[in-house]
T-cell receptor, first 114, second 115 residues
Framework: DQQVKQNSPSLSVQEGRISILNCDYT??????FLWYKKYPAEGPTFLIS?????DKNEDGRFTVFLNKSAKHLSLHIVPSQPGDSAVYFC?????????????FGAGTRLTVKP | ETGVTQSPTHLIKTRGQQVTLRCSSQ?????VSWYQQALGQGPQFIFQ???????GRGNFPPRFSGLQFPNYSSELNVNALELDDSALYLC??????????????FGQGTRLTVV
């Protein structure tokens, strides 16, 4: 039962343009959402998060948007840089206190071309 | 650098054997969790410990067990290994406790291969 879905396995964008990574979820009890990026041979690295009481959170070049009615969130990276090339995972957790019980999507491989 | 280290980085075991994977969390991080990541998939939650007690478990059989120690280290034990247990095992720690949403910091993982 995949509660978090990333339907695009890969995305390729030109350096300097915007990258938009999408994520859908099915569990309406999720109230905290996170994005992680992963380089080969490394563990996932936290990127940005958003609570369900917000619809947008911004941190430098990274912005996460949350649409609760559509059960959809997206990560915007602008401008994209070659160093952003990695696999990006969307994750979600419920507010029942098991804060590390995150459900992950399958990931989207982002390639930023110089 | 997340401050979370795992050992060993790679391991090969035979079906039916038992394995222990280790994790050292950041000082002060009372919550640790373990994930299994199969090839081409996202990490799947195995279980979580808070102050040495298990307080959450995913859809994994009892042959997956864990321990958390007062010195912020933890272990994942898997008994009766099966071929499908071959995966990357990730440890993650966080500062927050139950009811607190904080980001988790991952180690680099242990690649387990069962033959």
């Amino acid at each position: 039962d995949q509660q978090v879905k990333q339907n695009s396995p890969s995305l390729s964008v030109q350096e300097g343009r915007i990258s938009i990574l999408n994520c859908d979820y099915t569990n309406s009890m999720f109230d905290y959402f996170l994005w992680y990026k992963k380089y080969p041979a490394e563990g996932p690295t936290f990127l940005i998060s958003i609570s369900s009481i917000k619809d947008k959170n911004e941190d430098g070049r990274f912005t996460v948007f949350l649409n609760k009615s559509a059960k959809h969130l997206s990560l915007h990276i602008v401008p994209s840089q070659p160093g952003d090339s990695a696999v990006y995972f969307c994750a979600a957790s419920e507010g029942r206190g098991n804060n590390n019980d995150m459900r992950f999507g399958a990931g989207t491989r982002l390639t930023v071309k110089p | 650098e997340t401050g979370v280290t795992q050992s060993p980085t790679h391991l090969i075991k035979t079906r039916g054997q038992q394995v222990t994977l280790r994790c050292s969390s950041q000082s002060g991080h009372n919550t640790v969790s373990w994930y299994q990541q199969a090839l081409g998939q996202g990490p799947q939650f195995i279980f979580q410990y808070y102050r040495e007690e298990e307080n959450g478990r995913g859809n994994f059989p009892p042959r997956f067990s864990g321990l958390q120690f007062p010195n912020y280290s933890s272990e994942l034990n898997v008994n009766a290994l099966e071929l499908d247990d071959s995966a990357l095992y990730l440890c993650a720690s966080s500062l927050g406790g139950p009811g607190q949403n904080t980001e988790a910091f991952f180690g680099q993982g242990t690649r387990l291969t069962v033959v």
